[in-house]
Nanobody, 125 residues
Framework: QLQLVESGGGLVQPGGSLRLSCAAS????????IGWFRQAPGKEREGVSC????????NYVDSVKGRFTISRDNAKNTVYLQMNSLNAEDTGVYYC??????????????????WGQGTEVTVSS
C-alpha cells in the first residue's frame, strides 16, 4: 500500500526556516511526481511546489518562489521542502502526495493521491 509520511513541521518565528520531509513506504518514489500542498484555516488546499520523478522539473506557487526549494533523494525514498524566510501567510497544514509521472501536468491537488496525514507549520512571533 502506498503511504506517505510528512515530518518537520513546527512553530517558527517570522523569517525563520523549516525543512519538511515526505517519506514513502510500500512503494518507490522514482516513478512518481511528488507535490507539497498546504491548507490554511478556512482556505482551500493549494499546491505549493511539485517535482517530477527525476527531479528535473519543479514548479512553485508564486508566493513561495525564491524562498522554498523542493528536492528529492530517490535513494532515500524521500522528498524535501526547504522553507526559508517564512511569514505568517505560510501557516497551515502541509501535505505531500504522489502522482504517476505520466499524469503530472500541473501542481494541483486533484491530480495527486496517496496523501499523507500532514504536518503543521505555524509561523508566529
Amino acid at each position: 500500500q502506498l503511504q506517505l509520511v510528512e515530518s518537520g513541521g513546527g512553530l517558527v518565528q517570522p523569517g525563520g526556516s523549516l525543512r519538511l520531509s515526505c517519506a514513502a513506504s510500500g512503494f518507490t518514489l522514482d516513478s512518481y511526481a511528488i507535490g507539497w500542498f498546504r491548507q490554511a484555516p478556512g482556505k482551500e488546499r493549494e499546491g505549493v511546489s511539485c517535482i517530477s520523478s527525476s527531479g528535473g522539473r519543479t514548479n512553485y506557487v508564486d508566493s513561495v518562489k525564491g524562498r522554498f526549494t523542493i528536492s528529492r533523494d530517490n535513494a532515500k525514498n524521500t522528498v524535501y521542502l526547504q522553507m526559508n524566510s517564512l511569514n505568517a501567510e505560510d501557516t497551515g497544514v502541509y501535505y505531500c502526495a504522489a502522482a504517476p509521472e505520466k499524469l503530472f501536468r500541473l501542481c494541483v491537488p486533484y491530480l495527486f493521491g496517496s496523501w499523507g496525514q500532514g504536518t503543521e507549520v505555524t509561523v508566529s512571533s
